[in-house]
């Protein structure tokens, strides 16, 4: 499979730019009200499920889930449900990792052979540093085709951390270390392992040494899913998602029970997603994250400057943002914001906070793939655009 139509398939990336227009300040029921509508809309639209939470920094956040009818049989959808955040884990393993260069147990400048190695082609010209922002240039695991079969489900099978590593770097790098910015998940696969390496312990333990129990984040969790409290996520069946990627080989579909135009894919196993994109939280737990990061709870000040170092994604396109250690910067008109975005099979997620993580905002819709056709990406974009402007107090057109 091409690595264009997988990176479809699979969009594990810092967000687009996203539109915003800027009006006077609403009220805070105003603003519910807002982002009522619009979450309605993405529903409308054909989105199976939408959940989101905005923080203003006063009074009590907006909360609100919204769901299509077809869907209330499988799950009853609520802000407080659990859904798997993709990419966003990034985040959390960056901080780690700047943790313990804190405690001058890890250097940026480590070579990931240092901690790996034979592991990783070329691994002393390869830092961590580069492997935190994306320049390593290694290959993404998610383009290799076996990975793939594992995130549609075809082919369930474990995956331990030095399986997903070698699957990315049995193939070529893309270019020398460091001399470009290039999105790949084998970055974070080869931290999480380095991260093992430095402290001696499991990648789930330290989630919740390191985060999940200081924290308090109840309903957050890395690794094996106890589904009962998970939402239900969805992808297109196999004639919708045909209709959506017309190049995808034959055979290729997401499994799972199909309904309504929709494979119920919650029961694929993300074992193959590891410390790229293997945590599942809430939206009030993210955002208990997120606030405590930017508000420098979680890393010394000079470690929060590091990861908060952008560079370009895409030098040619400025609105694609920027992107720092673990973290993406998105300069709007309503000001600028930093988190990350995950996309999942089941899952899409646009989590971020302010500068100082005094506000927030999560968007979460239960499909990822069904985001390729127009009139839906249109709505969740509005979505996205009413909740980033309504965290700073600023309402949107419509």
Do not use: S
């Given at each position: 499979m091409s690595s264009t139509l997988s990176r479809r398939v699979i969009a594990l990336t810092v967000a687009g730019g996203i539109a915003l227009t800027a009006l006077a300040a609403p009220a805070d029921a105003a603003a519910s009200n807002g982002l009522a509508e619009l979450a309605q809309r993405t529903v409308d639209a054909g989105a199976p499920g939408v959940v989101v939470r905005v923080g203003t920094g006063h009074g009590p956040p907006i909360e609100?889930?919204?769901?299509?009818?077809?869907?209330?049989?499988?799950h009853r959808l609520s802000p407080g449900d659990e859904l798997r955040v993709g990419s966003n884990t990034k985040t959390m393993v960056a901080t780690m990792v700047l943790q313990l260069v804190a405690e001058n147990r890890l250097s940026l400048a480590d070579p990931v052979g240092k901690w790996l190695p034979g592991l990783v082609p070329g691994g002393q010209a390869i830092t961590l540093k580069m492997l935190l922002n994306h320049t390593s240039g290694l290959f993404d695991?998610?383009?290799?085709e076996e990975v793939l079969e594992s995130v549609f489900g075809l082919r369930q099978r474990p995956w331990t951390a030095e399986q997903l590593l070698a699957a990315g770097t049995r193939h070529p790098a893309l270019f020398p270390p460091g001399q470009k910015w290039s999105y790949s998940n084998t970055n974070y696969v080869a931290l999480g392992l380095v991260l093992e390496k430095a402290t001696g312990r499991t990648?789930?333990?330290?989630?919740r040494q390191r985060i999940i129990e200081p924290l308090g984040l109840k309903d957050t969790y890395y690794g094996s899913p106890d589904r009962r409290k998970l939402a239900h996520g969805y992808e297109p069946d196999a004639a919708h998602l045909k209709e959506l990627i017309p190049d995808l080989p034959d055979g290729f579909r997401f499994a799972g029970p199909e309904h309504d135009g929709h494979a119920d894919v919650t029961g694929i196993d993300p074992d193959w997603a590891g410390a790229a994109g293997g945590v599942v939280s809430t939206a009030r737990d993210w955002?208990?994250?997120?606030?405590?990061l930017l508000s420098g709870r979680l890393l010394p000040p000079a470690q929060l400057r590091e990861m908060k170092t952008m560079i370009p994604a895409d030098p040619a396109h400025p609105e694609a943002g920027s992107y720092g250690l673990g973290l993406a910067q998105l300069?709007?008109?309503?000001?600028p914001v930093y988190g990350h975005t995950g996309g999942i099979p089941g899952y899409r997620s646009d989590l971020f906070t302010d500068s100082t993580g005094s506000r927030s905002v999560e968007v979460f819709v239960t499909e990822q793939q069904g985001l390729l056709e127009p009139g839906l990406a249109a709505a969740h974009q509005a979505l996205i655009t009413g909740a980033v402007c309504a965290m700073y107090g600023k309402p949107t057109a419509p």
């Open positions: 609100l889930a919204r769901q299509a009818p077809w869907t209330t049989a499988d695991n998610t383009d290799d990648l789930p333990a330290l989630f955002d208990r994250f997120l606030t405590a300069d709007t008109p309503c000001g």
